[in-house]
């Protein structure tokens, strides 16, 4: 089945660790988007990337990073300078915006991952 | 500002009940409105997604509508199942420039036995 994986299910980070959150859909889409969820809150756009090897920030990005080398994979780091890293963090694609008919397609979610502080 | 903005934050009702879930949006330029189904722990699941010149639109027991002069949406589910307890997160498109996903807060739905 075609869908998005995200791994782990839980993190746990340590003071002043960066941690990585894997992202893959084998669904052919071009674009990939990170959120964070935090309780009461609409989700929040850290990072987006609508082609391989281009990303654009979103309206939270500090504290993160991303790369986006294969159209498959797209990786969220947690940087230490992340002070409140604490929450769910989901990944979602979809085919590129705006190509007529496609603006309509939806995004497609991975299951999160939850971070914690230790 | 773009805003979305749901309501209730949280409803209980009976197995086998109707109910109504609301969305009041402002976002220029609108492009399309979507609702999605997020259950506890999971990623969310689109259920519907309308365009400007769509008032309604329905995924089996889920029927959405939409009033764009209002700038409104509500989600209306019929004879609701336990399985139905979920989150429903309410995303509005806006086109200005690139396109932009704003998302609402939720509605937190319990179903009871």
């Known amino acids: 089945d075609g869908g998005i994986t995200q791994s782990p299910k839980y993190l746990f980070r340590k003071e002043g660790q960066n941690v990585t959150l894997s992202c893959e859909q084998n669904l052919n889409h071009d674009a990939m988007y990170w959120y964070r969820q935090d309780p009461g809150q609409g989700l929040r756009l850290i990072y987006y990337?609508?082609?391989?090897?281009?990303?654009q920030k979103g309206d939270i990005a500090e504290g993160y990073s991303v790369s986006r080398e294969k159209k498959e994979s797209f990786p969220l780091t947690v940087t230490s300078a992340q002070k409140n890293p604490t929450a769910f963090y989901l990944c979602?694609?979809?085919?590129?915006?705006?190509?007529?008919?496609?603006?309509?397609?939806?995004?497609?979610f991975g299951d999160g991952t939850r971070l914690s502080i230790l | 500002k773009n805003q979305v903005e749901q309501s209730p934050q949280s409803l209980i009702i009976l197995e086998g009940k109707n109910c109504t879930l609301q969305?009041?949006?402002?976002?220029?330029?609108?492009?399309?409105l979507r609702w999605y189904k997020q259950d506890t722990g999971r990623g969310p699941v689109s259920l519907t997604i309308m365009t400007f010149s769509e008032n309604t639109k329905s995924n089996g027991r889920y029927t959405a509508t939409l009033d764009a002069d209002t700038k409104q949406s509500s989600l209306h589910i019929t004879a609701s199942q336990l399985s139905d307890s979920a989150s429903y997160i309410c995303v509005v498109t806006s086109t200005s420039g690139t396109y932009k996903y704003i998302f609402g807060t939720g509605t937190r739905l319990k179903v009871l036995a």
């Open positions: 990337s609508q082609i391989v090897n281009d990303f």
């Open positions: 969305c009041n949006y402002t976002v220029s330029p609108f492009s399309n």
């Open positions: 979602a694609s979809s085919r590129v915006p705006g190509q007529g008919a496609i603006s309509n397609q939806p995004q497609h």
